[in-house]
């Protein structure tokens, strides 16, 4: 690896820039095909309700329209699928209530799929749509988890008694009780995971087509993973093959996991595309994105930790209950199970963890991933519980934390993860430098004099992200390997196409994945492209969430990268007259060990596709894929600092400082590498003081459009401090961990521990989030009777 | 239904619009300039923002009838050729962009600002973008390329 100007470890400017900066991005709905009409979802503006008949005719007689399809039309057609079995506590697999496309007998949440309209313009589909008239029953309904668990709660589905999808466990339960028995002190908490709607600023959309020609189906969409969109539309939901159905996200504009799930609505389009033999086109509006785009988080939990007299912890015991909304999204059913309880060691010796989750529908918008899926909320939790054991055993916040270290690996938790490598004192003594936290006395100080309550908090924590082995992931109950694919072209006069089966919607995988190949190959930077995102191109992939595409998809391009420089050696050695084994390949050139006799990667290229003059039985061409199934889950780590100053007349929280202290493992391109902790990072602090998804008791919507669901915006957020420690991930060889979710993990807890470093002296010990300056407020006022 | 006529990006355009006809939906629909977004439905997100008539204007928010006369630029006219405007050099050169989607709006809304304030502050920046919604970048980066965008404009475009 070279590192030169554009080289792995350059801030090299993007390749994308230059299409988005000037308008000709390609997104879903910039699209348009030749005969294309437009597709309206008519959706439920009942969380709860039988439905009966779906009257359309006079949707089907208003201007333009050319059909109208409900459930019973769609009645054939398989529902959309979930990824994951989770098994019970007693064995038995979780309840996994079919979920038709369009809603068939019932409708379950405000925002289900009853209808779609289809017209000659979006306009008329719109106008409609309000014509249809569905023979209703309502029925009472369950917004929340308390709801759901209530004695006599309305079923949500016959089938799930008491509303229980799944009763999990995890870790050692008897080794957790026995230590708690040994413990000299016990400190408990209790937490809400406060819900969140991801809102990507591009809504959904969608185009389907089928090709009568060719019997081919092509879908755009605004997906994370377009091959994994094609393997559950076309096995489980319509029934095609794979060669038949292609699907393409082109540019895509911010996904944060909601862009992920396998959606109704593009099961319906691509049906409605074959039925009608003309192109149909859907793009969400943000009012109906806000119910019906996966939801994120929503836990209420109840922690124990045990410690012994000198504050080391003896052991941990979490119980969560965890809302999945009204039907079982892609990967709804893991994200608070194995991606949640399994983090619980988090970067201390715990020896005894022990995590039970209990997980229920609700008539809700489908729970599913958002920005760090299910890591989130255990950090949220473990780091509440540490700062709350350090305050009532009097100790330090920073002592307990970094007496309770690993400091030795490989490290086995008690939750099935095996750490490979860390170095957790590192990030932390960095954390504490850059955000001065010894100096934090004197503006506390400060601030007191100006009649503001400042605080100051921390956490420290690591992620598991790339999840992997596909072995490991099948045998807890995944429905699809986690590898990914890479291809590496290299074309006849030299120049490079990169294929990845991971999908890049913002993080900068063109220019990222062209930085390692430019460096390994010795080829300028502006002769690779990547290409992502059109089944019809990439080989297969699983694309993009869980900070995986480096780790595991820049590993697979690392690996076809070393194929094609092992075959270039086999031609350069014929076309040397030299042995395979004495031609090394550096900068670009194929060399014989101790000569200067060469030749570059171009004429090895261009040799390899005009072989003239070429090995005996070596195929021609220079091209090849890998596929990478990693060994182990990466583990980023890190330390994060908040510091607020509280208006005690206001409630309101100022946020005056943010300290990220991250190792993320081999970073390729420290700019766009920064970028994605400070997305990271506002995504969390939104969680942990602006942002709240509010359902009535009814199940309507109450946080339905920006008007009334706070996104963080400029002036809400201060510049952010970002350090470094690395350490390389061992066992892929990159070396790289992850980044894209670190911040959404790591901060929640620091900004609501700064909350309560600041009112503590008033008498508040607790805070949830989001700490609004209403309820800031309130526990101001209720602490001072 | 109206005919309007205006120009966009130094060409006059003209179109039979409906009188509902948002101006994004003229723009991006019977002009086919399809860099200005839509993200939201409430004049929130920002990502329509266009100028018209020299200042930035929420495109969701305004109808294609009042703009009929104007003077349009959209992100696709902001550049000159292949040389990219200051303020889109400077979202390049500082990151202040990832999925491209918030992008094209950020753009305009910051060129207005810097044609109004040619060294704005920080906590100018922030409270300016206040109707424009980023989920990707944190604003950090945004901040910073609006800084520098104004400098380099020198005051003026």
């Known amino acids: 690896m070279s590192g030169n100007g554009t080289g792995i470890g350059a801030s090299v400017k993007r390749k994308e820039d230059t299409r988005f900066l000037t308008g000709r991005g390609r997104y879903t709905d910039d699209i348009n095909l030749p005969g294309q009409l437009y597709g309206y979802i008519l959706r439920s503006g009942m969380a709860h309700a039988k439905i009966g008949t779906v009257h359309t005719d006079a949707a089907k007689a208003a201007p333009g329209v050319h059909a109208v399809f409900a459930g019973k039309d769609m009645e054939g057609v398989g529902g959309i699928p979930t990824g994951w079995l989770i098994h019970s506590k007693d064995g038995s697999p979780m309840v996994e209530p079919p979920h038709p496309a369009l809603a068939l007998g019932k409708v379950r949440y405000v925002g289900d799929c009853v209808a779609i309209v289809v017209a000659e313009t979006a306009d008329q589909a719109r106008a409609a749509a309000n014509l249809i008239d569905v023979e209703r029953e309502e029925l009472p309904a369950v917004a929340s988890i308390k709801a759901a668990e209530a004695d006599g709660a309305p079923q949500v589905f016959d089938e799930a008694p008491g509303n229980v999808c799944y009763d999990w466990e995890v870790g050692d339960k008897a080794a957790t009780d026995a230590a708690f028995e040994a413990a000299d002190h016990v400190v408990s908490i209790d937490v809400v995971n406060n819900r969140l709607i991801p809102n990507a600023i591009e809504p959904r959309a969608a185009i389907a087509n089928y090709d009568p020609a060719t019997g081919e189906y092509t879908l755009y969409t605004t997906s994370q993973n377009p091959h994994l969109t094609r393997l559950l539309l076309g096995a489980f939901v319509l029934g095609l093959p794979e060669h038949k159905l292609r699907i393409v996200a082109p540019d895509v504009g911010g996904g944060f996991g909601s862009k992920i799930p396998h959606y109704a609505e593009e099961a319906i389009l691509t049906w409605t595309a074959g039925q009608l033999g003309r192109p149909v086109k859907w793009t969400c509006d943000r009012i109906d994105a806000f119910k019906s785009d996966t939801h994120g988080r929503d836990h209420i939990s109840t922690a124990r930790l045990a410690l012994d007299a000198d504050g080391k912890f003896l052991g941990l015991h979490v119980s969560t209950k965890c809302n999945l909304g009204a039907y079982l999204s892609t990967f709804a059913t893991c994200v608070p199970t194995y991606l949640y309880g399994i983090l619980f060691a988090g970067p201390y010796t715990t020896p005894a963890v022990y995590c039970e989750v209990k997980s229920f529908f609700t008539n809700t918008v489908p729970v599913d991933a958002l920005r760090g899926a299910g890591r989130p909320e255990a950090t949220y939790l473990l780091e509440r519980l540490v700062d709350k054991a350090a305050s009532e055993l009097g100790m330090d916040r920073v002592e307990i934390r970094r007496q309770n270290f690993i400091r030795e690996f490989p490290y086995q938790t008690p939750v099935a993860l095996q750490y490979d490598q860390g170095d957790y004192d590192a990030t932390l003594d960095l954390a504490l430098e850059a955000s001065d936290w010894d100096g934090f006395e004197a503006r506390r100080a400060e601030s007191a004099a100006r009649g503001k309550l400042r605080g100051i908090g921390i956490s420290t924590f690591i992620e598991a992200c790339g999840i992997a082995p596909s072995a490991v992931v099948g045998s807890l109950g995944a429905r699809a390997g986690l590898y990914e694919s890479g291809s590496v072209r290299v074309h006849p006069t030299g120049s490079v196409s990169v294929f990845t089966g991971t999908h890049s919607h913002g993080q900068g995988h063109e220019t990222t994945f062209a930085q390692i190949v430019s460096d390994m190959l010795g080829v300028d930077f502006d002769a690779v492209d990547v290409v992502h995102g059109d089944s019809a191109k990439i080989p297969f992939g699983m694309g993009t969430y869980g900070s995986r595409s480096l780790a595991v998809g820049g590993t697979a391009i690392y690996l076809a990268v070393e194929k094609v420089i092992e075959k270039g050696k086999k031609i350069a050695a014929h076309l040397l007259e030299a042995s395979v084994e004495d031609i090394e390949f550096e900068n670009g050139s194929f060399t014989v060990a101790g000569t200067d006799r060469s030749k570059s990667l171009g004429e090895v290229a261009l040799t390899a596709y005009v072989p003239h003059n070429y090995p005996e039985g070596l195929e021609p061409g220079l091209e090849e894929t890998a596929f990478y199934d990693p060994l182990n889950f990466t583990f980023p780590a890190g330390t994060h600092v908040a510091e607020v100053e509280v208006d005690p007349e206001t409630g309101e929280v100022d946020l005056v400082a943010v300290t990220g202290s991250d190792d993320v493992g081999r970073i390729i391109n420290p700019m766009i590498v920064a970028g994605q902790l400070h997305g990271g990072l506002a995504h969390g602090i939104g969680q942990a003081l602006m942002e709240e998804c509010v359902y009535q008791d009814d199940g309507q919507l109450e946080t339905g459009s920006y008007m009334n669901y706070t996104m963080p915006r400029a002036a809400d957020l201060p510049s952010f401090s970002i350090n470094h420690n690395t350490t390389l991930c061992t066992h892929n060889p990159l070396g790289a961990k992850g980044v894209g979710e670190v911040g959404s993990i790591g901060v929640p807890p620091a900004v609501i521990n700064a909350v309560i470093d600041a009112l503590r002296p008033l008498g508040v010990h607790d805070m949830s989030m989001p700490a609004t300056s209403q309820r800031v407020w309130q526990a101001i006022q209720q602490a001072q009777g | ?157």
Not at chain 2, 19 to 24: A, D, G, N
Not at chain 2, 146 to 152: N, R
């Open chain 2, 1 to 157: 239904m109206p005919t309007v006529t205006m120009t966009v990006n130094g060409m006059q355009r003209s179109g039979t619009v409906e009188s509902r006809t948002l101006l994004v939906e003229f723009l991006r629909e019977h002009l086919g300039l399809t860099g200005t977004h839509v993200g939201c439905d409430t004049s929130q997100c920002g990502a329509c923002v266009v100028h018209v008539s020299g200042t930035s204007v929420k495109s969701c928010t305004c109808l294609a009838v009042q703009a009929d006369g104007a003077d349009v630029t959209t992100i696709e006219g902001l550049a000159n050729g292949t040389d990219l405007h200051p303020m889109q050099e400077a979202f390049r050169e500082h990151h202040g962009l990832q999925c491209g989607f918030c992008t094209p709006g950020m753009v305009l809304s910051a060129v207005d600002l810097a044609n109004r304030n040619s060294n704005p502050s920080e906590h100018e920046v922030r409270e300016w973008l206040e109707g424009n919604l980023c989920r990707c970048t944190g604003y950090h980066n945004i901040v910073k390329a609006v800084q520098a965008g104004a400098q380099a404009m020198g005051g003026g475009s």
